[in-house]
Nanobody, 125 residues
Framework: QVQLVESGGGLVQAGGSLRLSCAASLLTFNINSMGWFRQAPGKEREFVAAIGWSGGSTYYADSVKGRFTISRDNAKNTVYLQMNSLKPEDTAVYYC??????????????????WGQGTQVTVSS
């Protein structure tokens, strides 16, 4: 059974930073693309960032480009999301997910099959 466990969320002031981690119990982690999504109260789940299996390809939502950085350590089966210059509108539950192998958009949540339980990020103004 695949498990994705996020950690690193919390409360931070605007302008601050957080680093989220997602540990995966995937034997094939090193050949899977991974993504981060977020969902704020009353809003749909939205794409944040994604990374290819080798880490050579990364994708970002326009709203976080230049502030967030996705990375991975295949030796540790872990994907990270470094979040800098945080804004109150970044407040949400953040989820990591495994992208379905093969083609498909990195930006759509329907292209991801395994999800973590989420970690809350709250940015105060």
């Amino acid at each position: 059974q695949v498990q994705l466990v996020e950690s690193g969320g919390g409360l931070v002031q605007a302008g601050g930073s957080l680093r989220l981690s997602c540990a995966a119990s995937l034997l094939t982690f090193n050949i899977n693309s991974m993504g981060w999504f977020r969902q704020a109260p009353g809003k749909e789940r939205e794409f944040v960032a994604a990374i290819g299996w080798s880490g050579g390809s990364t994708y970002y939502a326009d709203s976080v480009k230049g502030r967030f950085t996705i990375s991975r350590d295949n030796a540790k089966n872990t994907v990270y999301l470094q979040m800098n210059s945080l804004k109150p509108e970044d407040t949400a539950v953040y989820y990591c997910a495994r992208k379905v192998p093969g083609g498909g958009s990195y930006y759509s949540p329907y292209e991801y099959d395994y999800w973590g339980q989420g970690t809350q990020v709250t940015v105060s103004s």
